[in-house]
């Protein structure tokens, strides 16, 4: 695969603008755990494989175990994943699929379990992977 455009280096100020996004994001409230599981998810539905090779890269730096980076795309299925993690993915998903909305019932799961703060900086979080597995994928940014 032959990579395209190159935004970082021909628009410096967009890239510039979705790393601020990022440094918000590095300080906000989110566990590393919560912040890997909506990057990896995200790309995993994306199909972003320089972003599912990054984060599950970096999801082992934290101690992400194999197997739960290996069944991700189905949780549901397992009893791996906290009720927080769940309501987090469930809503992750919906967001990324966005043309079927976001269901009442998934954003009504994840409002109780966290505050508004916590809640927003969720969205935020996987607005901003969504944004970059396009970037990535659009432009064909190769793997390693």
Same mark, same amino acid.
Not at 17 to 46: D, G, V, W
Not at 107 to 118: C, G, I, R, T, V
């Given at each position: 695969?032959?990579? #395209?455009?190159?935004?970082?280096?021909?628009?410096?100020?967009?890239?510039?603008?979705?790393?601020?996004?990022?440094?918000?994001?590095?300080?906000? /409230?989110? +566990?590393?755990?919560?912040?890997?599981?909506i990057?990896?998810? +995200?790309?995993?539905?994306? $199909?972003?494989?320089?972003?599912?090779?990054?984060?599950?890269?970096?999801a082992?730096?934290? $101690?992400?175990?194999e197997?739960?980076?290996?069944?991700?795309? /189905?949780?549901?299925?397992?009893n791996?994943?906290?009720e927080?993690?769940?309501a987090?993915? /469930?809503?992750?998903?919906?967001?990324?699929?966005i043309?079927?909305?976001?269901?009442? /019932? +998934?954003?009504?799961?994840?409002a109780?379990?966290?505050?508004?703060?916590y809640?927003a900086?969720?969205i935020?979080?996987?607005?901003?992977?969504?944004?970059?597995? #396009?970037?990535?994928?659009?432009?064909k940014?190769?793997? $390693?």
């Amino acid at each position: 695969m032959e990579s #395209r455009i190159d935004i970082q280096k021909v628009e410096p100020a967009a890239y510039q603008a979705m790393y601020a996004l990022e440094k918000y994001l590095a300080t906000s /409230a989110l +566990t590393a755990t919560h912040k890997e599981l909506i990057k990896l998810r +995200t790309s995993q539905i994306n $199909g972003c494989a320089f972003c599912i090779n990054m984060h599950s890269i970096d999801a082992r730096k934290l $101690g992400e175990t194999e197997q739960r980076i290996y069944l991700l795309n /189905a949780w549901r299925e397992t009893n791996l994943y906290t009720e927080k993690e769940q309501a987090i993915l /469930a809503l992750t998903e919906e967001v990324t699929l966005i043309t079927n909305h976001v269901s009442d /019932a +998934t954003y009504q799961k994840a409002a109780s379990l966290f505050d508004e703060n916590y809640l927003a900086q969720v969205i935020m979080a996987i607005v901003t992977i969504n944004a970059w597995n #396009r970037i990535a994928i659009t432009s064909k940014t190769i793997v $390693g």
